[in-house]
């Protein structure tokens, strides 16, 4: 039932930006996009939201497409502790449906 | 640390056992969600709470588990008659409704291994 789609697996070098996409082409137009990540071992964390306008927080930005089917995720200045997996949610109602995620490896 | 705890952190059973995981969600949070994660998956929603109502249940929800939020603070998830298909990692979050946003913060889960 996920409703995103994302690579399985990107790399991205110390001290520059990771772009990680997300493609979710059946969402409607009031389901909001999440991205959460999840480092080995415990719970997913919450890191940015938004609807339709690109969002940024002290974490990393959202810009969502004009037409809302796809999505990316930019950590502006990735360090080794941003190596994780990363989820592209959409919610539906109170559900969250995660997808298998992309791991995200930060190479020093 | 988000706030949202759960004990235990790993629970080992024999096959057929009974098993109960707790969660202490942030206390002014009014939802509770659970959910099961399997290797190499993403989590997947088993059931939600609002205040002590359980009002959504998932397919995955088989008969042998059950989840309860007596007063609305913490939740147990209990599974009865466990196979070694439970065998998963078992997440709680909570979140408060009213703000918009409806960000839901994990707790670190309690892995299950069925033997």
């Known amino acids: 039932d996920a409703k995103t789609t994302q690579p399985t697996s990107m790399d991205c070098a110390e001290g520059r930006a990771a772009n990680l996409p997300c493609n979710h082409s059946?969402?409607?137009?009031?389901?909001?996009v999440y991205w959460y990540r999840q480092i080995h071992s415990q719970g997913p964390q919450y890191i940015i939201h938004?609807?339709?306008n690109n969002e940024t927080n002290e974490m990393a930005s959202l810009i969502i497409t004009e037409d809302r089917k796809s999505s990316t995720l930019i950590l502006p200045h990735a360090t080794l502790r941003d190596t994780a997996v990363y989820y592209c949610?959409?919610?539906?109602?109170?559900?969250?449906?995660f997808g298998t995620g992309t791991s995200l490896t930060v190479i020093p | 640390d988000t706030g949202v705890s759960q004990d235990p952190r790993h629970k080992i059973t024999k096959r057929g056992q009974n098993v109960t995981f707790r969660c202490d969600p942030i206390?002014?949070?009014?939802?509770l969600y659970w959910y099961r994660q399997t290797l190499g998956q993403g989590p997947e929603f088993l059931t939600y709470?609002?205040?002590?109502?359980?009002?959504?249940k998932s397919r995955l929800l088989s008969d042998r588990f059950s989840a309860e939020r007596p007063k609305g603070s913490f939740s147990t998830l209990e599974i009865q008659r466990t196979e070694q298909g439970d065998s998963a990692m078992y997440l709680c979050?909570?979140?408060?409704?009213?703000?918009?946003?409806?960000?839901?913060?994990f707790g670190a889960g309690t892995r299950l291994s069925v033997l």
């Open positions: 979050a909570s979140s408060l409704v009213g703000t918009g946003k409806n960000i839901q913060y």
């Open positions: 938004g609807l339709k």
């Open positions: 949610i959409v919610r539906v109602g109170n559900q969250f449906y």
């Open positions: 206390s002014e949070h009014n939802r």
């Open positions: 709470f609002q205040n002590e109502a359980q009002l959504e």
């Open positions: 059946t969402i409607s137009g009031n389901e909001y």
